[in-house]
């Protein structure tokens, strides 16, 4: 199932991932925001469960802004999570 999320705080400003029937997350991007660096956190998450993902990037700040564009994935997996 595809979702989509609109992150709060971030220079990103759209994320866009799939859970498929196996519950795995894939086709991670987003829009905005470092490219390379966002492309790269695509890649790593690929293929792993929602909760190991939820576990390594929820919390994750960028500078003083209190969350940053790992920790906004971690809550559109766990918004889209909620909503399943």
Not at 3 to 10: A, L, Q, R, V
Not at 14 to 26: A, P, T, V, Y
Not at 39 to 66: D, F
């Amino acid at each position: 199932m595809k979702y989509e999320y609109i992150p709060s705080g971030t220079c990103s400003k759209k994320i866009e991932f799939e859970l498929d029937d196996n519950g795995l997350i894939r086709s991670v991007r987003f829009a905005g925001g470092c490219n390379g660096n966002l492309k790269g956190l695509s890649a790593m998450v690929e293929g792993l469960t929602p909760e190991s993902v939820i576990e390594r990037l929820k919390g994750i700040e960028c500078g003083m802004k209190g969350t940053s564009c790992p920790d906004q994935l971690a809550r559109a997996i766990e918004s889209a999570l909620q909503q399943s």
